[in-house]
């Protein structure tokens, strides 16, 4: 075989592993494994009583430097079991924007956000949730929080309540676990951060930007295609 149909065959094979071949994800998680440590405090609806519920329960993330896009995210979720669980199951929706740690805020336009989910049903057992963003492109090495929230949502009822999962000890170094309880004001209200004792449990899996892979493509095509040319002027 000549050596031009042989560096042909090698950019074949390059160009096919980079368009076919899966984009490395990488897993940003307090949860190994899925082994989550306790509950925290309570999501949903509670105006009266001795346990309140909060509307809004988040966890901030750093978007990793080669990884910028952000694919999917996830929370553990179980059902309060009380004498006001005939109240129904909670409506709740999940959420993506940037956060301002100045200001402890969220900042800027809602980047992602769910349809409305509703349950869990189970008051023993936690539910995983996991949300598809569709691939979201973010800014390397920035601060996103991922939360879970009642505001807007219909047919909500007194008492309607989940915990939220919870891991001891800072296990993720990178973020806070946070809460608001102030309708709907995201980037005007100041958010309460747990800075000391643990992080929600949470899953985020971040992949390459599709352009990262469109420019790795191209300089194999360069790096491929020129020796191919140089040799053809012969």
């Not at 440590?37 to 080669?66: F, H």
Request: aromatic residues 12%; negative net charge; contains cysteine.
């Amino acid at each position: 075989m000549c050596k031009c149909s042989v560096s042909v065959a090698a950019f074949g094979v390059v160009i096919a592993a980079l368009l076919y071949g899966p984009a490395q994800a990488e897993l940003i998680t307090s949860a190994p494994g899925g082994s989550v440590t306790t509950d925290t405090g309570m999501l949903g609806v509670s105006t009266s009583g001795p346990s309140w519920a909060t509307d809004s329960w988040g966890q901030i993330v750093k978007v990793p430097a080669s990884n910028t896009t952000l694919d999917s995210f996830s929370f553990w979720l179980t059902r309060v079991n009380d004498l006001h669980a005939d109240d129904g199951l909670l409506s709740f929706r999940a959420y993506v924007m940037k956060w301002n740690a100045a200001t402890t805020r969220a900042t800027g336009s809602i980047l992602y956000q769910s349809d409305t989910q509703i349950g869990p049903a189970s008051i023993t057992t936690r539910s995983k949730y996991t949300w598809s963003t569709g691939g979201i492109n973010l800014t390397a090495d920035e601060d996103y929080v991922l939360f879970l929230s009642v505001y807007g949502e219909e047919n909500l009822h007194d008492w309607q309540r989940v915990y939220m999962g919870y891991q001891y000890y800072n296990v993720y170094a990178d973020g806070v676990m946070v809460t608001q309880d102030k309708e709907n004001n995201y980037t005007t209200e100041t958010w309460s951060a747990v800075t000391s004792g643990g992080d929600l449990a949470f899953d985020a899996v971040f992949s390459p930007e599709p352009a990262s892979s469109a420019l790795l493509a191209l300089g194999a095509v360069g790096l491929l295609v020129c020796p191919w040319r140089k040799r053809s002027r012969r």
